[in-house]
């Protein structure tokens, strides 16, 4: 091969190089990345409460709201909750308002709301409750998933798995 | 240092013999750029690194002979199953699936539920069939539900797979695999 040739080899394969970044940008930055985008899918929506009553979340807006998708029947999901009424008591003046979408049945989620002291909204959601999170960058559709909404309603956190306390008060005290 | 002018008029410091290399610097300089800035820029939710399901907790079964199938569930290193969230389901119903036999597994006491036992590893389970037809097949439907060490949990988990059950006399058949693992260069 002359130094010509192999010259030319080396553009053909940078070429090569440009169009896979090329492929990776379009493949990652297009994926769902929620952080950054506006909210207005899971603000828009209206749950039922463990009584049956419809809550649409839009009445929260203004608020940071902390929206924390479990189960009963998810250990580290009930693990993590004790911490949230916590910080829903001592920060709930400012203006943080924790709001829980149980994938769940009615009265297992009233039974536990019960046995915490829960004192935010705990909505039931099925099937299209983990589509909705599934939308927000829950791929796998595994719970416990925490997505956190700045007061102008555009996602400034979500988390797959349970919220450390210092992390979760450090997101709230910025949007606060 | 004195750069050679040419006789092409070409850049200083640059021959017509270099252009192919600050091309393709250029090329390659842009491509990882945009990858760089792909990467920072996907970053999806926060949390721990997880396997689908499927990879998780890996499903096949075969059927030993007519009268019993042997179910296997390979679990990952660091995430569980429920033994009691296991449900086996046979079609056609005129196969008699009897009763599962389900290992003991490892209790754990879970604050909510109490004693709950759970598997990890290798689990193997065999199911009877009363009626199953040499030669025939039988639709397996197997429910489950697992969780990560890393402290997540996934829905309920709803597979299916079809099972030759093998002649009379045969030997049993070859497993099954609920999701054959595809090649892929990104995983």
Same mark, same amino acid.
């Given at each position: 091969?002359?130094?010509?040739?192999?010259?030319?080899?080396?553009?053909?394969?940078?070429?090569?190089?440009?169009?896979? %970044?090329?492929?990776?940008?379009?493949?990652?930055?297009?994926?769902?990345?929620?952080?950054?985008?506006?909210?207005?899918?899971?603000? @828009?929506?209206?749950?039922?409460?463990?009584?049956?009553?419809?809550?649409?979340?839009?009445?929260?807006?203004?608020?940071?709201?902390?929206?924390?998708?479990?189960?009963?029947?998810?250990?580290?999901?009930?693990?993590?909750?004790?911490?949230?009424?916590?910080?829903?008591?001592?920060?709930?003046?400012?203006?943080?308002?924790?709001?829980?979408?149980?994938?769940?049945? /009615?009265?297992?989620?009233?039974?536990?709301?019960?046995?915490?002291?829960?004192?935010?909204?705990? &909505?039931? %959601?099925?099937?299209?409750?983990?589509?909705?999170?599934?939308?927000?960058?829950?791929?796998?559709?595994?719970?416990?998933?925490?997505?956190?909404?700045?007061?102008?309603?555009?996602?400034?956190?979500?988390?797959?798995?349970?919220?450390?306390?210092?992390?979760?008060?450090?997101?709230?005290?910025?949007?606060? | 240092?004195?750069?050679?002018?040419?006789?092409?008029?070409?850049?200083? @410091?640059?021959?017509?013999?270099?252009?192919?290399?600050?091309?393709?610097?250029?090329?390659?300089?842009?491509?990882?750029?945009?990858?760089?800035?792909?990467?920072?820029?996907?970053?999806?939710?926060?949390?721990?690194?997880?396997?689908?399901?499927?990879?998780?907790?890996? &499903?096949?079964?075969?059927?030993?002979?007519?009268?019993? &199938?042997?179910?296997?569930?390979?679990?990952?290193?660091?995430?569980?199953?429920?033994?009691?969230?296991?449900?086996?389901?046979?079609?056609?119903?005129?196969?008699?699936? @009897?009763?599962?036999?389900?290992?003991?597994?490892?209790?754990?006491?879970?604050?909510?539920? %109490?004693?709950?036992?759970?598997?990890?590893?290798?689990?193997?389970?065999?199911?009877?069939?009363?009626?199953?037809?040499? @030669? %025939?097949?039988?639709?397996?439907?197997?429910?489950?539900?697992?969780?990560?060490?890393?402290?997540?949990?996934?829905?309920?988990?709803?597979?299916?797979?079809?099972?030759?059950?093998?002649?009379?006399? /045969?030997?049993?058949?070859?497993?099954?695999?609920?999701?054959?693992?595809?090649?892929?260069?990104?995983?």
């Amino acid at each position: 091969m002359t130094v010509n040739q192999s010259r030319w080899l080396m553009v053909a394969a940078a070429v090569a190089a440009l169009a896979a %970044g090329a492929w990776v940008a379009r493949t990652m930055l297009f994926a769902p990345s929620a952080a950054g985008q506006s909210a207005a899918a899971l603000i @828009g929506v209206t749950l039922p409460d463990a009584d049956g009553k419809d809550q649409p979340l839009a009445q929260w807006s203004g608020k940071v709201l902390v929206v924390n998708f479990w189960a009963t029947w998810c250990a580290p999901c009930r693990e993590e909750m004790p911490m949230f009424v916590r910080l829903q008591r001592e920060r709930g003046p400012d203006g943080l308002q924790f709001v829980g979408i149980a994938v769940d049945q /009615a009265d297992k989620v009233r039974q536990f709301a019960g046995e915490i002291g829960l004192n935010y909204p705990a &909505l039931i %959601g099925g099937y299209g409750a983990m589509e909705l999170s599934k939308s927000l960058g829950n791929s796998l559709m595994a719970l416990p998933f925490t997505v956190i909404v700045d007061r102008s309603g555009r996602v400034a956190h979500t988390q797959l798995g349970p919220l450390k306390e210092e992390q979760l008060s450090a997101i709230v005290r910025q949007l606060i | 240092m004195r750069c050679p002018s040419t006789s092409t008029g070409s850049l200083p @410091g640059r021959s017509p013999a270099d252009r192919p290399a600050a091309i393709a610097r250029r090329f390659a300089g842009i491509g990882a750029l945009l990858a760089a800035l792909a990467l920072a820029g996907a970053a999806g939710a926060a949390g721990p690194k997880l396997l689908p399901a499927e990879q998780a907790f890996r &499903l096949s079964a075969r059927a030993l002979d007519a009268t019993a &199938l042997e179910i296997r569930f390979d679990i990952a290193d660091g995430y569980y199953l429920y033994r009691d969230k296991l449900k086996f389901a046979v079609e056609p119903a005129a196969a008699g699936a @009897g009763v599962p036999v389900l290992p003991p597994g490892k209790v754990i006491e879970d604050e909510f539920f %109490g004693r709950v036992a759970t598997y990890r590893g290798p689990v193997v389970i065999r199911l009877p069939l009363a009626a199953g037809q040499p @030669g %025939g097949s039988v639709s397996l439907k197997v429910d489950s539900q697992g969780c990560a060490d890393a402290g997540v949990c996934y829905p309920p988990h709803h597979q299916r797979l079809v099972l030759p059950l093998p002649a009379a006399g /045969a030997a049993p058949s070859a497993p099954v695999d609920a999701s054959p693992s595809k090649k892929s260069y990104f995983n």
